[in-house]
């Protein structure tokens, strides 16, 4: 599968939010992945679904969507006309094959996100019910974190359970990703890389961008 960089409007300038967007789009990003915290699920509040809409008005890359929320259920409807792929987490409180299959039925991309402390063999009930597989690789809720090395077992571990179940979703890592924890997470099985810091601090996006892929 072909390597995917979804750099994160979280770690963009918010005052700037169009151009930042517009600059990632120039500099080869693929999608852009849009973190959303209600400040119950994790520690922060970052934005909500007018900033996610507005980001869409200057891209024309698909926009991935990470609810970092209680209830995703009862937000959902608003984040689904702007995103390719909506990602909810296993931990939420919420009914996961339902939501999955609302994101689907929307024709969008269904993720399921997984926690640090939550371990492989948690998806296992909901394997076929997503197409994207979200590991998170800090504890959710705020930038520039750096990597849990003990996160890469579980990668590989995704990835091998996705061979032997013969699926084919893809796997993406979300936190502390740079040029060398992407070589390590893209060696574990890993097909979309999230990165924030990396991007938003370079001086050179483009360049951060392929040296990424
Ligand atoms: C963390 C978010 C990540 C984060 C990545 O809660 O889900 O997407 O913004 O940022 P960096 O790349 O700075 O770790
Ligand atoms: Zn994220």
């Given at each position: ?7 994160s409007?979280l770690?963009?300038?918010f ?6 967007v517009?600059?990632v ?9 849009c ?11 970052s ?9 869409s008005r ?7 969507v990470h ?9 959902l ?10 990602n909810i ?6 009914d ?17 996100a997984?926690n640090p ?18 590991i ?10 750096p990597f ?5 077992p579980?990668i ?7 061979k032997?179940?013969?699926?084919d ?19 574990a ?9 990396s ?9 951060e ?5």
């Amino acid at each position: 599968m072909k390597v995917l960089v979804a750099p994160s409007i979280l770690a963009c300038n918010f005052a700037r939010l169009g151009d930042e967007v517009a600059d990632v789009t120039r500099a080869g990003a693929d999608w852009i992945h849009c973190d959303v915290m209600d400040g119950h699920f994790v520690d922060n509040i970052s934005f909500g679904s007018a900033f996610v809409e507005a980001a869409s008005r200057h891209t024309d890359r698909p926009l991935d969507v990470h609810l970092m929320i209680t209830n995703p259920d009862r937000y959902l409807d608003r984040y689904l006309p702007v995103a390719h792929s909506v990602n909810i987490h296993l931990e939420a409180e919420a009914d996961v094959p339902e939501t999955l299959a609302r994101i689907r039925t929307a024709g969008k991309k269904a993720g399921l996100a997984l926690n640090p402390h939550s371990p492989i063999d948690s998806i296992e009930p909901y394997l076929k019910q997503f197409d994207l597989l979200l590991i998170m690789t800090v504890e959710p809720g705020f930038g520039g974190q750096p990597f849990l090395e003990d996160m890469l077992p579980k990668i590989r571990a995704a990835a091998e359970l996705r061979k032997k179940s013969h699926l084919d979703f893809r796997i993406t890592v979300d936190g502390g990703i740079n040029i060398a924890t992407a070589r390590q997470c893209r060696e574990a099985g890993a097909d979309v890389l999230v990165a924030g810091t990396s991007v938003f601090r370079s001086k050179d996006r483009a360049a951060e961008i392929a040296a990424l892929r």
